[in-house]
Each structure stands twice: as C-alpha cells, then as structure tokens.
C-alpha cells in the first residue's frame, strides 16, 4: 500500500514512466479486441515484430545515407516512428487484402510476416554495428524514459485512436464480426476494414517504440482474452479489457517499482496472471456447474 501511495503522489520522479505505461495498457486492448474478434490473434504477435523491423531499418538507412547515429537526438526517435509507422501499416494492409482473398491460409500468411520480420529485423541491425547498440535499446522500448513532450505526444495520438475507435465502434463490429451482414446494409466493407487496420497500425507502432514488442504484444491480447472469459456484450467486451489492461499495468509499474524489476516484463507477467487466474476460475465454475448433484 505504501508503493502505491509513493507513485501516486504528485512528486513522484517516473510519474511520466507510469502514465505511458497506463496508455499503452489502456489503448492496446481497445485494438486487440477486434483481433480476438476476427479470430487473428497471431496478428497481435506478428505486427510489433514487423514495427520492430521498421525500426532497424530506419536506423539502416540513416546509417547508410547521413552517416552515422548521434544517440539522443530527437531526430533519431522521429525516425525510427516513422519505419516503425511505414512497416507495421504496409505490413497490416497487405495481409487485409490477401485475407479478403481467402481466409483458409490467413494464419499460415501471418506467421510468414512474423517470420520474415523477425529475420529482416536481425539482418538490419547485424548490418549496422556502429550503432547497433542504439538499435536494440529503440527496439527494447525504454517506458522508464519517457518524457513530458514525449508523453504529451503519445497521448495525443492515442487519444485520437480511442475517439474514433469508440465514434464508429458499430461500423468496425459490424465487418468484423459479420460481413456478409454489412454489405446487405450498405455498408463500405473495404473502407471500414482499411480504417480499421490504419488505427491498428498507428496504435502498434506507438506502442513498440514506447514500450517494446514484447510490452505491446502482451496488452494487444492478455487484456482481452481475459475480458472475453467475463462479459457477453461488445461493449463491456471493449471496456473491460481497457480497464483490464490499465490496471494491470498500474499493478505492474508498482511490483516492478517496489521489488526492483524491469517495468515491461513485470507488466505483462501480471496481465498474463490475471488471464491465467480468470480462465482457471471459469473452468472450475463450469465443472461445478456441470458436475451432477
């Protein structure tokens, strides 16, 4: 009790750490639900990778045309946003548009992203060693780090992200849940889907260079998958894995705070936890249930 009054006194030094961290564990979700949604749940495992690969190869690139890094320069977090952003959006609306081709091989199409980011992510930096090491600490995402601007960006983005989220949530359940029914309503399929991914993108990008693959894998899905187990409608689907994922993000900046671990592990081993406790509660209330009296 007496960490969590220390970090949320007004004070407190890593208060913009903490606040990221809640954004991510917050906005993630939000996307994550339409991937549990349209059963591609590998997606939120192959996209930060491929965020991840962005980033080595902007670095490669600035490496190979201006020369090389200047580490703390601004520039060189606008950069790596930007191979993150171009990479993880390129990578998205590809794999929208072959999945309207066929979905038999969707899975099979987003473990090769996976594969293939995950390979050209090792070739970029293992072909820029001089500033390798500023490499692996952009793709690691650095929460502790963050900044009043920084954090005032972020927030800014992903902000918008949820308000129009939450603005056209009908229109983006309706495709993805039902799409034959949207079309016999009128609906644009193809824009919605476009839009969708887009804001997918955005979110993943945003949330890799900030807080590290791993951290925005683990609230693209923990948070939701939980929130699936407890609630039957959409949106208390959306809103509790929101709420799910910020609080578990808070619990774990405080467990990572007050025992002296690193803040994204610490983040996704309690979101994973809570998933683990909530699932083995259902499964015994059915067996219970279940069981002849």
Same mark, same amino acid.
């Given at each position: 009790m007496s960490t969590v009054l220390e970090v949320l006194r007004p004070g407190f030094l890593l208060r913009d750490a903490m606040v990221a961290s809640i954004l991510v564990g917050v906005v993630c979700p939000l996307v994550g639900v339409y991937f549990v949604l349209r059963r591609m749940i590998f997606l939120g495992v192959a996209l930060p990778? @491929?965020?991840?690969?962005?980033?080595?190869?902007?670095? &490669?690139?600035?490496?190979?045309?201006?020369?090389?890094?200047?580490? #703390?320069? !601004?520039? /060189?977090?606008? %950069?790596?946003?930007?191979?993150? %952003?171009?990479? !993880? %959006?390129?990578?998205? @609306?590809?794999? =929208?548009? &072959?999945?309207?081709?066929?979905?038999?091989?969707?899975? =099979?199409?987003i473990g090769m992203v996976y594969a293939i980011a995950g390979a050209l992510t090792i070739l970029f930096i293992a072909a820029d060693p001089w500033g390798e090491a500023h490499i692996v600490n952009l793709l690691k995402g650095d929460l502790l780090a963050a900044t009043e601007s920084s954090l005032a960006f972020l927030a800014a983005? &992903? #902000?918008?992200?949820?308000?129009?989220?939450?603005?056209?949530?009908?229109?983006? $359940? &309706?495709?993805?849940? /039902?799409? /034959? $029914?949207?079309?016999v309503f009128g609906k644009a399929t193809t824009t919605w889907d476009t839009v969708l991914y887009v804001l997918c993108g955005i979110t993943i990008s945003f949330g890799v260079l900030a807080a590290g693959p791993l951290v925005t894998f683990g609230f693209l899905l923990a948070p939701p998958l939980t929130a699936r187990l407890i609630t039957g409608r959409m949106l208390t689907f959306s809103i509790a894995s929101a709420a799910i994922g910020? $609080? !578990?993000?808070f619990v774990g900046f405080c467990a990572a705070y007050r025992y002296d671990m690193p803040l994204g592990p610490a983040e996704v081993a309690v979101s994973s936890a809570v998933f683990l =406790?909530?699932?083995?509660? !259902?499964?015994?209330?059915?067996?219970?249930? $279940?069981?002849?009296?």
């Open positions: 990778q @491929l965020s991840a690969a962005g980033i080595a190869f902007a670095m &490669l690139m600035h490496r190979t045309l201006i020369g090389p890094h200047l580490h #703390g320069r !601004t520039s /060189d977090a606008m %950069l790596a946003q930007l191979g993150a %952003l171009a990479f !993880t %959006l390129g990578g998205i @609306l590809a794999l =929208a548009a &072959l999945e309207r081709r066929g979905r038999e091989i969707v899975e =099979a199409r983005v &992903l #902000g918008v992200v949820v308000v129009v989220l939450l603005a056209f949530q009908k229109e983006f $359940l &309706l495709v993805s849940f /039902d799409r /034959d $029914l949207a079309v910020g $609080l !578990t993000a =406790a909530v699932a083995g509660a !259902t499964r015994l209330r059915r067996a219970l249930r $279940l069981r002849p009296a």
